[in-house]
């Protein structure tokens, strides 16, 4: 068996996922049509999605998000997004992810006038119903955006929602300027309710947005985290020889860290694939997991975030199972709802792929 279709075919977890990054070209076409949106650049899929890959694979963080604007024009409908976040959970299907969980910002979607609940309704029933027909488990996530003054009302909204659907709160958008603090309102409130935080820190600001993320502002998980790597020292061949305090506080409570390898580089986080701190993190025995972060945008999939690290890193599939286990372990469901996808779906998946792979190596 070829390294990809193992891969693919071990159960995996993928926490960190934009649902209006990961949209289908030819979805985006036909839902431009219906909405007579005009701006697209081409009408061609194959030409759509190398499209948004060139736009995005520009090395900075505002170029890549420019892509956006595109995918929320047509995510202006109920049945468009009831539409996408069920083809969503096919994708996800085809690429053996059996639990996902997709984030997305409500405030990009009101455009043609729908309220707040009709948007995450929609995308919550999308999701259902992929789970119902493909077996996949979710969680939503909702999205405030650092550059804007309502994320009180959307933490209120993912609270609102937390018995149908929705798992925690995230901080999204350029990092530059928007610091975590400001929206200390919205995480307070979060965390007086008793639910779950992750933000965006450390992808394109040090690790002064890392450590506010976390003390400041109480997140449980930190999306891209890349720049934690400032609060350590290396020794000449790169090996870690001491570290900071704030990156041994987040080894010491296991705080999980979000991993995103491809966007990484094409937002300029990292300037090539073999720099990225990942490897280092694993070997240190944080508690990392590599997501996708925007599927369209970086032309990716959980599968083949997993074949770069293998390719490049040298991962077994021990190190693929590791990874996975401590991704579902970070997941924001209940307890009780985490132990039976590892047990029950993770170990025994990737003990049926080693002992497929033994029987053909007889």
Known sequence: MKTEEIIRNVPKVLLHDHLDGGLRSQTIIELAKDLKYTKLPTSDPGELSEWFFRGANKGNLV????????????????????????????????????????????????????????????????????????????????????????????????????RQGVVGFDLAGEEGGYPPKKHIDAFQFIKRENFNITIHAGEAFGIESIWQAIQICGAHRIGHATRLIE??????????????????????????????????????????????????????????????????????????????ATDMFGLRLDDIEKLNINAMKSSFIPYKERLPYIYNIIKPGFQKMREKLLSLKV
Not at 108 to 115: C, D, E, P, Q, S
Not at 260 to 282: C, R
């Open 63 to 162: 170029e890549y998000l420019q892509g956006f604007e595109h995918t929320c024009a047509v995510m202006q409908t109920k049945d468009a997004l009831e539409r996408i976040a069920y083809e969503m959970m096919e994708d996800m299907k085809k690429d053996g992810v059996c639990y996902v969980e997709t984030r997305f910002a409500p405030v990009f979607h009101t455009g043609k006038g729908l309220y707040y609940e009709d948007i995450i309704n929609a995308v919550l029933q999308g999701l259902e119903k992929g789970k119902k027909d493909f077996g996949v488990g979710y969680g939503l996530i909702l999205c405030g955006m650092r550059n804007m003054k309502n994320t009180l009302e959307i933490a209120e909204l993912a609270v609102n929602f937390r």
């Open 231 to 308: 609060d350590m020292h290396f020794d000449k061949d790169g090996n870690i020889v001491s570290l900071g305090d704030l990156a041994q506080y987040i080894l010491d409570t296991r705080l999980p860290l979000e991993i995103n390898l491809l966007s990484n580089v094409h937002t300029g986080a990292i300037d090539k694939m073999e720099n990225h701190p990942f490897i280092k993190l694993y070997k240190e025995k944080y508690r990392v997991f590599l997501n996708t972060d925007d599927r369209l945008m970086s032309d990716t999939t959980l599968t083949k975030e997993y074949l770069i």
